[in-house]
């Protein structure tokens, strides 16, 4: 049995919240919704990639739904996002950093769970990835926009990075808090360096990148996903 260390689920119910919070932000950005609206979006930002993830391996009813935790803070995140909307925009920064942290603990979290569940290596891995961006492309979807994880943006590659590193480390029986730590770590940096020099991956040649959306631009420092 895999043990997750305290600190990696602490980091796990934060980004539970900021990730309501920042679904629920692009939701109120992209689509003209009222409260339900923004709050549902929220939450499946939030819980999304964790319920995918836990139909696909067989853990029924999902760990949302036996946590209250989860639902709890997910739900305020959504509902303080919907009715503080103006102000928080001007805390992109902060909110994108501990957006960062979600997406690099949930990925984490998601690999160490697939191991768990004794999958191969390989499904691991990619549950890790679904867990992390699973629930911002749900999203994107429900608001019929491109999911951004598909189109623009460092997101799914430091995800896929934190999910090795964590399969591996329990592959090798060397899964513990510097492990965890350090592929949450590993995600991290590379993110946030995608986010500060506005890197992406290569499209196809001779075709100008299409960031989704007519009123859309290029990403500056947030990411518009889960």
Known sequence: MIGEPPLL????????????????LT???AARLDVVGVVTLGMTTAL?????????????????FRDWRYFALA??????????????????IPITV????????FAVLGA???????LGIAPSILLGVVTAVGGGTLRDVLIRQIPTVLRSELYAIPA???????????????YGVPAALGAVA???????????????????????PDFGGEDSQPPQGTRDSQ
């Open 9 to 24: 689920l602490v980091l796990d119910l934060i980004g539970t919240f900021v990730f309501g919070l920042n679904g629920a």
């Open 27 to 29: 939701a109120v950005r």
């Open 48 to 64: 999304g990639g964790g319920i995918i993830r836990d139909v696909l391996i067989g853990f029924i009813p999902p760990a949302t």
């Open 75 to 92: 739900f305020a995140g959504a509902l303080i996002a919907f009715a503080l909307s103006r102000g928080l925009a001007r805390l992109e």
């Open 98 to 105: 501990f957006d960062a942290i979600g997406l690099s603990v």
């Open 112 to 118: 160490s769970t697939a191991m768990r569940h004794s």
């Open 160 to 174: 896929l990075v934190a999910a090795a590193i964590t399969v591996a480390a329990i592959h090798f029986h060397v």
């Open 186 to 208: 590993a995600c991290f940096v590379i993110r946030m360096l995608g986010v500060r020099f506005g890197l992406n991956l290569p499209g196809p040649p001779g075709v100008e």
